[in-house]
């Protein structure tokens, strides 16, 4: 587990890279496609050479965004179409998401 501890070490430092920069917190802003884009350019510099940027592991940053997002509508659209539940409280029915 210990390697992969690490490249998630690696992915927190691209994050708190990118809050110093973006302190808005802009990526949960942005669609999936939109990290999935990035991080394909990002692997593509990285398999043509390119060495301003550590691709790697911004692409790796980038799809964790996307996955992110992703659980995240999934959690929400859950939430959002759940069945609703009565409950009794105080002698008194009540309606629950």
């Known amino acids: 587990m210990e390697p992969f501890t690490k490249a998630l070490e690696v992915v927190a430092r691209v994050m708190r890279e990118g809050a110093a920069t973006h302190p808005d917190n802009d990526w ?9 884009g990035r991080a394909e350019e990002h692997l593509r510099l990285w398999r043509d050479g390119d060495q301003l940027e550590d691709h790697m592991s911004h692409a790796a940053t980038r799809l964790l965004m996307a996955l992110t997002l992703r659980e995240v509508d999934a959690i929400g659209e859950y939430r959002r179409n759940r069945p609703r539940r009565l409950i009794k409280q105080r002698g008194v029915m009540h309606r629950c998401r």
């Not at 949960?28 to 999935?36: A, I, M």
Request: net charge neutral; charged share 20%.
């Open 28 to 36: 949960v802003g942005r669609s999936h496609d939109y990290h999935l």
